[in-house]
């Protein structure tokens, strides 16, 4: 089974007062609420009582916000940081906001000059209201108190007046979406795809197998960050919600998430578990192995819907080649090719409960990694009967490094989500 936890993973209990009211941080007020949310916001996040390995139970914005791992920073220093939120500090755009570079010193987190200190990713909350503020602070909770190598460190955040922003390390190489679907980047190698995968795997086990369980709910590969090494992060908890508890099977919420890589069951039901989860990781493991997006709206037909299109190819040895990415060159090892297909396969199964673990989805991509012909590609191995067709991927065309939404689901903030 893999291992989901490392020796540098914690959950941090330390600040866990359980007051509920009385905050020192502002809260949000009722008029500038979207929805008929409450006034003011205790996320209902953690459901098990605090112990050493669990996190504790919902907590206050105010608590959420004095986490002793976080830095509080002022929208002055931040403008400061990122030389006023210039556009060529620009690292992307999401359905949160715009995701800017930024520079601070390492000790006083203070702004520091471009190019001295440690740098920093700033990302500025674009809209207003009960949402964005709800997904803002889910994900300062969540990332204010688990550390894993395969999760993104929050170094801080600044909430001041409508202002939200929040502060990450800086992922050097972008994330997964910019590698697969971009023009520019170097394509992916097949050894660099798999580490991808286990990296990502490991992550969502972590939180998965976490005493109190946190299902990500917005698996993609636009959330999947990466390192100089190409080591993956997951970021954007703002959509993070704990697994159900005691005797329940699930967790009934309002659909969330992504179109295409949310899974079916989910959509239709609301009904959430982690096994929603392993159905978005099979998504990106297709993603990984054809180099299309999730939803494509500039095929035709079946081709729009990755899994629609590409599942039938999946079991089959002989055609799997049909759908794998054409940028690989047939440098892959079939019998590793397979192995990932099938594992696909397995995550993207219709009925949620035959849908692996992550901890056996880990597994497997481990074995994979570190097997003889990882990243290696025996001329034996290569697949060569197939005829070289062009890149079944009609580049998106962004000169920039903006990541507009991958579906096109219209919604208030143009994000791909669902809602
Ligand atoms: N810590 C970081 N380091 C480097 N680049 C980052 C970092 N965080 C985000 N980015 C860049 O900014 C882009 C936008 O990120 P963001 O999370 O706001 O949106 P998204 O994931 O693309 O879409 P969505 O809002 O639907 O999740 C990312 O795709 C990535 O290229
Ligand atoms: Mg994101």
Known sequence: MGNCLDSSAKVDTAQSSHATSGSAVSKLSSKT??????SSLTIQTFSETSNASSLPTPRSEGEILSSPNLKPFTFNEL???TRNFRPDSLLGEGGFGYVFKGWIDENTFSAAKPGSGMVVAVKKLKSEGFQGH?????EV??????????LVKLIGYCLEGENRLLVYEFMPKGSLENHLFRRGPQPLSWAIRIKVATGAARGLCFLHEAKSQVIYRDFKASNILLDAEFNSKLSDFGLAKAGPTGDRTHVSTQVMGTHGYAAPEYVATGRLTAKSDVYSFGVVLLELLSGRRAVDKSKVGIEQNLVD??????????????????KLEGQYPQKGAYTAATLALQCLSTEAKVRPKMAEVLATLEQLENSKNAGRTSQSEQHTGAPV????MRPHNSPRNL????SPLPSYRQSPRVR
Do not use: V
Not at 33 to 38: D, K, L, M, V, Y
Not at 141 to 150: A, E, I, T, V
Not at 309 to 326: E, N, S, V
Not at 403 to 406: I, K, V, Y
């Open 33 to 38: 609420s979207r929805s008929s949310g409450p």
């Open 79 to 81: 403008k400061n940081a």
């Open 134 to 138: 709800k997904e803002w602070l889910t």
């Open 141 to 150: 909770n969540y990332l204010g108190q688990l550390h894993h190598p395969n």
């Open 309 to 326: 299109w590409a599942k039938p190819y999946l079991g089959d040895k002989r055609k799997l080649f049909r759908i794998m990415d054409t």
């Open 389 to 392: 067709r062009k890149s079944p």
């Open 403 to 406: 990541t507009p939404g991958a």
